[in-house]
């Protein structure tokens, strides 16, 4: 089996939120980062998350887990510091599945598909549902320096946009993978079309 690191963006600023939404709990009461990483988590066998130079409770919180966090002292600069960041932290790696802390309503099933996706050769990988493409992606160690080069607030979408023909799409029925928290109003609203979905 190949080893594909769980790599968890939680190092955003929340502007739009008002608050840090990474803290901000969930309408069953756990905080919203923290269930983004458990279901992460679930699927790999190692997971990085990391977060912002500072985030004390947020680090707390995660090692009371047993979850590993990786400090990018960049990532005001943009997510694309961040993930280059994390695939530093593990270059031994076979491949990555890169999620964000603000979709928490992912579900197991979504995460294991990707990263099936990438066990069995893919070297892109994402979920589509009702044919719109989601999270998380799957990137496999084919594209090590290019993830290692990304600065800014991209992300690995220019990875994704450079290959489109190595792309395997793995269609799921989860809405999850669409939904990201940008506003207080969106968790009640989310929790409730989710709640179809057991975790």
Not at 171 to 194: C, E, H, N, Y
Request: hydrophobic content about 50%; aromatic content about 4%.
């Amino acid at each position: 089996m190949k080893q594909i690191v769980g790599i968890l963006l939680a190092a955003g600023s929340s502007r739009r939120f008002g608050a840090d939404k990474r803290l901000h709990p969930l309408p069953d009461g756990t905080q919203m980062a923290l269930a983004s990483a458990r279901k992460l988590a679930a699927a790999c066998a190692r997971t990085v998350v990391v977060i912002r130079p500072g985030d004390t409770a947020l680090e707390t919180m995660l090692a009371a887990e047993g979850l590993e966090t990786v400090v990018c002292p960049e990532a005001a600069q943009g997510m694309g510091h961040s993930l280059s960041c994390a695939v530093a932290a593990s270059v031994e790696a076979d491949g990555w599945l890169v999620a964000l802390a603000d979709m928490p309503y992912i579900q197991p099933a979504s995460y294991r598909a990707v990263l099936d996706a990438l066990q069995g050769g893919a070297s892109l990988s994402r979920p589509s549902c009702d044919g719109q493409m989601g999270h998380p992606v799957g990137f496999a160690a084919a594209h090590l320096g290019a993830l290692l080069a990304l600065t800014g607030d991209q992300g690995g979408r220019a990875i994704l946009d450079a290959h489109p023909a190595a792309l395997v799409v793995c269609p799921v029925d989860d809405s999850g993978v669409l939904k990201d928290i940008d506003q207080p109003a969106q968790m009640a609203l989310s929790a409730v079309q989710m709640s179809a979905f057991p975790n």
